[in-house]
């Protein structure tokens, strides 16, 4: 192990945490200045951990122990500090004057905002301490899909509050590439982190796009960086290395610290047949390791699964006989992820060897071409066809083939529509083939067999990876993990990009090649020094919806009165008094998602309730305020016990 000027280990005072946790102050004192206490106080609401939703409790044992244990360390000292700490929280307010905190010791720190521990929204952040002063590097910052657990919410992404109020000190974001998961949050959490980005030309083509949409591509400084090129943020020293995946130009990012070299894999595969762009750099990857790397932090996706990768050029192989197979033979369409610029080659030139025209139906398809031969790729394909194309009208249908959004089962994406027959200008019948060329993202699976189920009442052919190889993973599996760690022999190994099944099973690999292996999870913050990795603090994390533009708290009042009204409807009263607070006519009532108007239960509730208001004591009508919470307890107690349900309540008192 060779980590050169390396300091002694990082000892740093901070509170011992307890309680804070649920309250949700003090985030990470350790890995940042404490900011005001009023603003650290704001993020609270929005998800301390107590908040976390389908979290592991803290405490639930982890499988790796050194990060079991990790508040102990400080010894007594740290419990004094502890015990400020909570005596702070129960009374709310700062610490006596007069005991200044020590200052901060320099260290590199890791902590992941979102991705690990969970599967999307990556969004990792560093910080290098040095001569006392904080510098932040986030790498990546992705959206990611609700689940079928939170079915009010659609997009999420994670919440930025913890870098926002330190980015005077974030020095930049690297993007690793151009999936979602990774750069699909830029365009809503950019106003608030307004730090420089940097990506490679694909990846800034993609951004410059979602910018442009946002109206944000003007104030941002996006700094195009070469696939393996090595460049500085700010006080880190950072490298590409090119790794095949399954999009174009995603890099792994080498850190060279003061306390050693940090492998940042980034989303990678083992690939010997890429077919767009370049292998994974394995000689680079290899000289990194001979230098010294003190720990790889990555992508954990396909850990679970046995083997080695199938290559991008084993897919294209089978797509060609698939697509040739179908000569002659109706419409052929073929759904795949848009951004996998090597899979819509292969299908290109598969149509083109058939006889076939191609035709892409999709705003994202048509974005990420785009993209896509701006940066040079897809060069040796002729420009596709789109709906607006007069062109199309005269193709016949077995000369066509359509590449096609939709294969996660997207409600308004183009193969949904036509699938339920409600597209506007493709119908697909008795003779047409769809082929899946994509693996299901797990959450998806109902949505995704919904339209397969549609598309075979209506006689299409579906042909998916069960029946054929038509796709394959653009992430590591255990052979793939287990050559890059015989290559870069880290000494700690810290598992990022997935859940945690995931996680521990890239740790196990990780440990069969001899690193030592920390599990965290998304608000761990990982103190990096060049004999240990310990977690050492948390920091608050949250998840806010994207909806309709808008970032709203998942824990937050309007989505969870959504989530209540989802499953409990609601119930809304009105009524009208005068003056003196006496009521003037009758009380309405409406539950929507509840009751029928003509229910006699509805009938039941306003008489109830009627009754309920005239008991309120006088003194409580002057007051609006007053009498509107009196008459909601009155209309949830005229709800009754009868409904076995907890709708969503809410009461309109208008005086005339
Ligand atoms: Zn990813
Ligand atoms: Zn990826």
Redesign the pocket.
């Known amino acids: 192990m060779t980590t050169q000027n390396a300091p002694a280990p990082v000892q740093i005072n901070i509170p011992a945490h307890q309680g804070a946790d649920s309250q949700g102050t003090a985030p990470a004192a350790s890995a940042a200045p404490a900011a005001p206490q009023a603003e650290q106080a704001a993020p609270a609401k929005q998800g301390g951990r107590a908040e976390r939703e389908g979290r592991p409790a803290r405490g639930r044992g982890r499988s790796a122990p050194r990060a079991s244990a990790p508040r102990s360390r400080q010894g007594s000292g740290a419990k004094a500090q502890g015990e400020r700490q909570e005596s702070r929280n129960r009374a709310g307010q700062a610490p006596a004057r007069g005991r200044k905190p020590a200052p901060k010791k320099d260290g590199l720190f890791f902590v992941p905002l979102g991705g690990t521990g969970e599967i999307g929204m990556n969004f990792n952040l560093y910080n290098l301490r040095k001569d006392g002063k904080d510098n932040w590097l986030a790498i990546d910052c992705g959206l990611g899909f609700s689940g079928n657990d939170t079915p009010e919410a659609d997009v999420l992404v994670p919440d930025p509050t913890f870098i926002a109020q330190r980015r005077k000190n974030l020095r930049g974001l690297v993007i690793t590439?151009a999936?979602e998961?990774?750069i699909g949050a830029v365009a809503h959490l950019w106003p608030q982190l307004k730090c420089p980005i940097y990506a490679t030309p694909f990846a800034a083509a993609v951004l410059r796009r979602k910018l442009e949409e946002a109206r944000l591509l003007g104030e941002v400084p996006l700094h195009v960086i070469q696939p393996g090129s090595r460049f500085e943020v700010g006080p880190f020293d950072l490298e590409f290395i090119p790794m095949a995946?399954?999009?174009v130009e995603?890099q792994s990012v080498a850190l060279r610290t003061p306390q050693g070299t940090i492998l940042h894999t980034g989303?990678w595969k083992v690939d010997s047949e890429p077919m767009v762009g370049p292998r994974t750099d394995f000689e680079r990857l290899a000289k990194l390791g001979d230098e010294g790397v003190l720990a790889v932090i990555g992508d954990s996706t396909n850990a679970l699964k046995e083997g080695s990768s199938v290559t991008e050029g084993a897919v294209r192989k089978s797509l060609t006989d698939l697509i040739m197979g179908l000569k002659g033979k109706g419409r052929v369409a073929v759904t795949c992820f848009a951004s996998n610029v090597a899979r819509i080659e292969s299908i290109a030139k598969a149509a083109q060897a058939a006889g076939r025209k191609v035709m892409v139906v999709g705003r994202s398809l048509r974005n990420l071409e785009a993209a896509a031969r701006e940066c040079g790729y897809l060069a040796d394909v002729p420009p596709f066809l789109t709906e607006m194309d007069a062109e199309v009208k005269n193709i016949n249908d077995n000369q066509m083939l359509m590449i096609i959004t939709g294969s996660q089962g997207e409600e308004r994406s183009a193969l949904s529509r036509i699938a339920n027959d409600s597209h506007n200008t493709i119908n697909f019948g008795e003779g047409d083939t769809v082929i899946y060329s994509s693996r299901v993202i797990p959450g998806n699976e109902r949505a995704v067999v919904t339209v397969q189920d549609n598309l075979t009442r209506n006689g299409v052919q579906v042909i998916t990876d069960r029946e054929t190889l038509t796709h394959t993973s653009?992430h590591a599996t255990s052979e793939d993990i287990r050559h890059l760690y015989s290559l870069i022999k880290p000494k700690f190994s810290v598992p990022t990009h997935g859940e945690w099944r995931h996680l521990t099973a890239q740790g196990a690999l990780a440990r069969e090649a001899g690193a030592d292996v920390v599990l965290l999870e998304d608000g761990d913050v990982l103190d990096i020094t060049p004999d240990k990795l310990e977690v050492v603090d948390t920091v608050p994390v949250a998840k806010l919806a994207v909806d309709d533009g808008r970032l709203l708290p998942m824990t937050g009042g309007v989505m969870a009165d959504r989530r209540r009204m989802l499953y409990n409807g609601a119930v809304l009263a009105s009524f009208a008094v005068d003056n003196e607070g006496y009521v003037i006519g009758e009380p309405r009532i409406s539950a929507p998602g509840l009751l029928d108007p003509e229910d006699s239960e509805t009938q039941r509730i306003q008489a109830d309730f009627a009754r309920a208001i005239d008991e309120i004591p006088d003194e409580l009508r002057e007051d609006n305020v007053a009498f509107r919470d009196a008459a909601r307890t009155a209309l949830r107690r005229a709800l009754g016990r009868k409904l076995q349900k907890r709708p969503l309540v809410d009461v309109h008192l208008l005086r005339v």
């Open positions: 590439h999936h998961d990774h995946h399954s999009i995603a989303d653009g």
